[in-house]
């Protein structure tokens, strides 16, 4: 059975930093392609980070130069570090990993970014 477990979240003032991390079980880890993405009522799940199996790299525009996303393959975990919170960073932010054709989504960590 595959699970992806996020940690990480909470309440932040803007300018601050939070670290996500998702642990993966059930996949093969080391050639997933795993990502983040989040999500705010109303509104589209949108592409946050991802990173793949050969350790290729994408960010979303809105968030280049203040998230960081790793991969730990020994550890089946990959994390993203967030500094420089904006407001509008504030969402429910889902771990994702892809294998073989194959999906799977964590539960969500929620962030929540104040003034």
């Known amino acids: 059975q595959v699970q992806l477990v996020e940690s990480g979240g909470g309440l932040v003032q803007a300018g601050g930093s939070l670290r996500l991390s998702c642990t993966a079980s059930g996949i093969i880890f080391r050639i997933s392609t795993m990502a983040w993405y989040r999500q705010t009522p109303g509104k589209r799940r949108e592409l946050v980070a991802v990173v793949t199996g050969g350790g290729s790299i994408n960010y979303a525009d809105s968030v280049k130069g203040r998230f960081t996303v790793s991969r730990d393959n020994a550890k089946n975990t990959v994390t993203l570090q967030m500094n420089s919170l904006k407001l509008e960073d504030t969402a429910l932010y889902f771990c994702?990993?892809?294998?073989?054709?194959?999906?799977?989504w964590g539960q969500g960590t929620q962030v929540t970014v104040s003034s």
């Open positions: 994702y990993g892809g294998v073989g054709g194959n999906t799977y």
